[in-house]
């Protein structure tokens, strides 16, 4: 309740703001994309999380303001960004039932220029499962559309490998849990190569989240995952902290 009315206060008064987190290309040591994340510190409160807000928008009916103001800053911002460096959005499960949002996403990249390509759409698993027509027309559109699509935080859910036969995905984005086990887990290893073989295979990238160390970077680098996500290679950031960070390397 308190939090909801909060939450409309913040739009209104853009408490909120978009951080950036960069993912990097194994391949070429330089960063691909950045996912945008939604940030809120909230004046008396402090930082709130979106694992937090996000699903009073969800029932509130304010997720899908709250999600055109993410893209259009994402888009705004992108198509400022040098070497055609993509972003990549979190799309929320409740708003894969809206049928406006192919238009909303329209017009997020035709205000801000940016090319459909270079817009990545990062979907859970939770959304697949639900097998519901709406999301299956809107992914449809999407690809028509030329979005990217990734499969965010991936083995977490269930039978995931009949989402990659039924949509042609992007990315896969192998969740944080696979990652933290590596050094421990013989089955954390064994899923990791597995998943990268299939990617490979299926002519997508995979991208390892959740990279803390030095020891897990050269892990997955070994394993050939094709980028990779975390701490140890940059925290979200305001964008004009990872502006600069893409000038430096373009
Ligand atoms: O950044 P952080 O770890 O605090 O994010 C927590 C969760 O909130 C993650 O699951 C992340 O995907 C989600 N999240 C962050 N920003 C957005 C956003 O703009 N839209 C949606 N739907 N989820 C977001
Ligand atoms: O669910 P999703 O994968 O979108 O969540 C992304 C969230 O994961 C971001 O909010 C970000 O703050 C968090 N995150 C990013 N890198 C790391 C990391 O290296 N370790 C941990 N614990 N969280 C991370
Ligand atoms: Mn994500
Ligand atoms: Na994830």
């Known amino acids: 309740r308190n939090l909801e009315a909060a939450l409309r206060v913040a739009i209104e008064k853009e408490e909120l703001e978009v951080h950036y987190q960069p993912i990097v290309d194994l391949r070429t040591g330089k960063v691909s994309c950045c996912e945008a994340l939604l940030r809120w510190n909230h004046p008396e409160l402090g930082p709130i999380s979106p694992a937090k807000f996000i699903p009073v928008a969800e029932?509130?009916?304010?997720?899908?303001?709250?999600?055109?103001?993410?893209?259009?800053?994402?888009?705004?911002?992108?198509?400022?960004?040098?070497?055609?460096?993509?972003?990549?959005?979190?799309?929320?499960?409740?708003?894969?039932?809206?049928?406006?949002?192919?238009?909303?996403?329209?017009?997020?990249?035709?205000?801000?220029?940016?090319?459909?390509?270079?817009?990545?759409?990062?979907?859970t698993e939770s959304v697949l499962l639900e097998d519901n027509a709406q999301a299956n027309t809107l992914i449809r559109e999407f690809q028509k559309i030329g979005l990217k699509l990734s499969i965010d935080d991936f083995g977490t859910g269930y039978s995931s490998l009949a989402y990659l036969k039924k949509y042609r995905f992007d990315k896969i984005k192998i969740d944080t849990s696979f990652i933290a086990d590596v050094t421990r887990s013989k089955e954390a290893r064994a899923i990791i190569h597995a998943l990268v073989g299939l990617a490979a295979e299926l002519d997508m990238e995979i991208v390892a989240e959740g990279i803390e160390t030095e020891t897990q970077l050269g892990y997955v680098t070994g394993a050939r995952c094709t980028a990779a996500q975390g701490f140890y290679l940059g925290r979200p950031s305001r964008e004009d902290v990872i502006r600069r960070r893409l000038e430096a390397q373009a």
């Not at 899908?64 to 055609?84: D, F, I, K, R």
């Not at 460096?85 to 809206?98: C, E, F, G, I, R």
């Open 59 to 123: 029932s509130t009916g304010l997720i899908a303001p709250l999600s055109h103001w993410v893209l259009a800053q994402a888009c705004n911002a992108a198509a400022q960004w040098p070497g055609g460096v993509t972003v990549a959005v979190n799309m929320s499960p409740a708003l894969l039932k809206d049928l406006h949002l192919s238009h909303m996403i329209l017009s997020s990249l035709y205000t801000s220029g940016l090319s459909a390509d270079r817009l990545e759409l990062e979907i």
